[in-house]
């Protein structure tokens, strides 16, 4: 499968913006989906997952409240609506697959087997 996030831009802290990721060559719905986030100089960080059939989500601590997951296998896409940002959220976004059944592995960015190009996200203060 063929991933393609976007989305991204700059936006001042407080805003918001919606990513997404469009998945082509393959059937979304089989995929546990990730999105992560890379700011220069770090490693790539876990930042939300969803399960195959948008049932079940996971975020991280720094996200949680803020930004929602989630996805229509319809359209073929999954989304990270991110509301009241802040400058630390500025990074590199990626979307993420993997075919296996979301567990709590899928915060490994090593689990998934499929990488959109990434979205770079900038929020200024």
């Known amino acids: 499968v063929q991933l393609q996030a976007s989305g991204g831009g700059l936006v001042q802290a407080g805003g918001s913006l919606r990513l997404s990721c469009a998945a082509s060559?393959?059937?979304?719905?089989?995929?546990?989906m990730g999105w992560f986030r890379q700011a220069p100089g770090k490693e790539r960080e876990f930042v939300a997952v969803?399960?195959?059939?948008?049932?079940?989500?996971y975020y991280a601590d720094s996200v949680k409240g803020r930004f929602t997951i989630s996805r229509d296998n319809a359209k073929k896409s999954v989304y990270l609506q991110m509301n009241r940002m802040k400058p630390a959220d500025t990074a590199v976004y990626y979307c993420?697959?993997?075919?296996?059944?979301?567990?709590?592995?899928?915060?490994?960015?090593?689990?998934?087997?499929?990488w959109g190009q990434g979205t770079q996200v900038t929020v200024s203060s």
């Open positions: 060559g393959g059937t979304i719905g089989r995929y546990t």
């Open positions: 969803i399960s195959r059939g948008g049932s079940n989500t």
């Open positions: 993420a697959a993997d075919h296996t059944i979301m567990t709590t592995i899928h915060i490994t960015p090593g689990v998934y087997e499929y």
